[in-house]
């Protein structure tokens, strides 16, 4: 298991995003998230969202389909999203494991247009093998989706933006690798287990009040 981290989100981080002295410190919150950063981080209308849309807590997660620990997480974010009915979970595609990992997060956006994300994703997860050209169509067909329609949609312009913005949002952040989970003003990444999991959002409520 890859060594993890807790860390509080840094406005100094984030200075590139734009000015952070409107965001007022507090001894509760010493390192608030800048609401800019929160909208685009939460709120990106490429990224899909599971669980309840309208939940009282976000938790993003950022992911590649051929990284070990984002796969053994699959069942642990399923859990956590079934015992928690005010979650909204957000998914942020990083391929950051080379060039199937890029083919396999635009085919898995791209699959939102025929309404089986969840599916397919999950399927993508579960592949024994390396995510490549071959086994992620392999995988699309099995799930149902129209390969035609999947490889026209792999290149709309949406795609493309939320993998950029997911890129550029982690490289603010200093984000060390996947899969890190991301609520309220705090981030963990490396494999978690259930009650890690809902420790975290319920700090991330408690800080968002």
Same mark, same amino acid.
Not at 80 to 95: A, G, K, M, N, T
């Given at each position: 298991m ?19 002295? &409107? ?25 899909? %969202? ?8 976000t ?32 998914y ?12 396999? &997060? ?5 699959s ?7 599916q397919?994703? &999950?399927?993508?997860m579960?592949l ?8 992620? *169509?392999?995988? &699309?067909r ?5 390969e ?10 949406? %795609? ?13 952040m ?6 890190t ?15 890690? *999991? ?12």
């Amino acid at each position: 298991m890859p060594s993890r981290r807790l860390f509080l989100v840094s406005t100094a981080a984030f200075a590139g995003l734009g000015p952070v002295s &409107a965001f007022a410190q507090s001894a509760d919150r010493p390192n608030p998230m800048p609401e800019e950063l929160r909208k685009d981080l939460e709120r990106d209308p490429t990224a899909p %969202v599971l669980g309840n849309p309208k939940g009282d807590i976000t938790l993003t997660e950022f992911f590649d389909y051929n990284c070990p620990f984002c796969r053994k997480m699959v069942g642990t974010v399923q859990k956590l999203i079934s015992s928690d009915p005010q979650l909204r979970v957000v998914y942020r595609e990083w391929p950051v494991f080379g060039e199937g990992s890029y083919f396999a &997060a635009q085919a898995s956006l791209a699959s939102l247009k025929q309404g089986k994300y969840w599916q397919f994703h &999950a399927a993508l997860m579960g592949l024994k093998e390396r995510a490549v050209e071959a086994t992620v *169509m392999r995988t &699309a067909r099995k799930v149902g989706l129209d390969e035609d329609k999947l490889r026209a949609d792999m290149k709309l312009p949406e %795609v493309e933006k939320h993998i950029r913005n997911s890129s550029e949002l982690a490289e603010h952040m200093g984000l060390m690798g996947t899969p890190t989970f991301i609520t309220g003003d705090e981030g963990m990444f490396g494999e978690m287990t259930l009650k890690e *999991m809902q420790e975290l959002v319920a700090r991330g409520r408690k800080t968002l009040g």
